[in-house]
């Protein structure tokens, strides 16, 4: 197959870009950004190097506020280069503002080069049909399923500016407690309902605002069913009083505790780690419809 140039309007919103980045596996990146998403450009890059490939990488930077006659042309400059080196030039009309999208298409319906929008809604990639290859390219698959063992946490991570997504609490002891939420769907919506429910511990998951706030809500304790109670105990996530009823455990509860007490150097740090550490051990008990119980280890990696 001719080498290809991937020629793509660059947005806060990395995935649009990484998709067809994987997917289409260019000789050559060329990436149009304004000065706020610039920086997204070698993210994407990077990302694609860390799933096997090595793409050459020019970015352009467009004004601040770029309307069609400027993408459209630059769009034009783009694809004329990369025909000028024996090279497949194909644009992702997908990012970017609505002017510069529009520019893209009108650039590459008048050269008539092949288009692509990224639907993330419907998984799939649709041709701009502006020029032919696109169907050649994606071997008649238009749908995201060859990127399934390519889109790697770390991956997508990289793509959008992180370049490390662990560093929580190791999963191992957690797995047993899982598996039982995930195997009991009677335990897992009790669960949820006794810690987030109306009646539960933090109903609606509508939090206190202030340390001393949160004072009275850890002293309350809260009932689950007696295996996910056992196995949350053994984890170190709860902790079971004589009358039965659970509570965050005492590890959990003791950095928003301390801060009720004086004066730290970076309150509104040591607040959010406090928080953290709360939130991460209660979301434990969130599930959907989808995917079922989800065991968080690490609130927020991104």
């Excluded at 390519?150 to 997508?156: A, M």
């Excluded at 560093?167 to 669960?191: I, V």
């Excluded at 996530?237 to 801060?259: I, K, N």
């Amino acid at each position: 197959m001719q080498p290809t140039t991937l020629i793509q309007l660059i947005s806060e919103q990395t995935m649009p870009n990484l998709l067809p980045a994987l997917r289409l596996k260019p000789t050559r990146l060329v990436h149009l950004g304004t000065p706020k998403t610039a920086a997204r450009s070698a993210c994407i890059a990077e990302a694609a190097r860390r799933s096997g490939q090595s793409p050459a990488l020019e970015t352009i930077q467009l004004s601040a506020m770029p309307g069609i006659a400027e993408t459209s042309n630059v769009i034009k400059q783009a694809v004329a280069q990369a025909r000028e080196q024996g090279q497949t030039a194909l644009v992702n009309f997908t990012g970017g503002t609505k002017l510069m999208s529009i520019g893209a298409f009108a650039a590459a319906t008048e050269l008539r080069a092949p288009s692509l929008y990224v639907d993330t809604d419907d998984k799939v990639f649709v041709s701009g049909k502006t020029g032919d290859g696109l169907a050649e390219m994606l071997e008649q698959d238009f749908s995201f399923t060859p990127l399934r063992n390519l889109l790697t946490v770390d991956v997508v991570a990289v793509a959008n500016g992180r370049e490390r997504v662990t560093g929580g609490r190791p999963w191992k002891p957690y797995a047993e407690l899982a598996q039982h939420l995930l195997t009991h769907s009677e335990e897992d919506r009790a669960t949820h309902e006794a810690i987030f429910g109306p009646g539960g511990w933090l109903p609606g998951w509508r939090e206190p605002r202030k340390p001393h706030d949160w004072l009275p809500v850890l002293e309350r304790g809260f009932t689950l069913p007696p295996e996910t109670a056992r196995l949350a105990a053994e984890c170190r996530l709860v902790e079971t009083d004589t009358a039965g009823l659970s509570h965050l455990s005492a590890a959990t509860t003791q950095p928003m505790r301390d801060l009720t007490q004086g004066y730290v150097t970076d309150f509104n740090r040591a607040y959010f780690k406090a928080l953290a550490d709360i939130q991460q051990t209660t979301a434990f008990t969130y599930h959907s419809p989808v995917t079922g119980p989800v065991v968080v280890f690490d609130h927020n990696p991104y």
